[in-house]
């Protein structure tokens, strides 16, 4: 069983900074695909960065420039550095990971961005 715990998350102001960790019970972490998705109030899940088994990341367009995602694959974590945060990057932040056609999910944790 996949356990993926996120943690981090809280209330920033605009133009402040967090980060987000995500830690994975898994076997070969270092295998799989690992991501960042967010869900804002009334909107659909988005992608907002990945890592592959050999760090090649990517980013949307929106947080590219401001949030950094790496992982550390003797720890089995992912993590999301957030600078620059804004309002619109208030949303449920969830951790994904990917190995072949299985897809996993931790339960999310809440980023608001607010003055």
């Known amino acids: 069983q996949v356990q993926l715990v996120e943690s981090g998350g809280g209330l920033v102001q605009p133009g402040g900074s967090l980060r987000l960790s995500c830690a994975a019970s898994?076997?070969?972490?270092?295998?799989?695909?690992m991501g960042w998705y967010r869900q804002a109030p009334g909107k659909q899940r988005e992608l907002v960065a990945t890592?592959?088994?050999?760090?090649?990341?990517n980013y949307a367009d929106s947080v590219k420039g401001r949030f950094t995602i790496s992982r550390d694959d003797a720890m089995k974590t992912v993590y999301l550095q957030m600078n620059s945060l804004q309002a619109e990057d208030t949303a449920v932040y969830y951790c994904?990971?990917?190995?072949?056609?299985?897809?996993?999910w931790g339960q999310g944790t809440q980023v608001t961005v607010a003055s």
């Open positions: 898994v076997s070969w972490f270092s295998s799989y695909l």
């Open positions: 890592i592959s088994r050999l760090k090649n990341t």
């Open positions: 994904y990971a990917r190995l072949g056609g299985n897809e996993y």
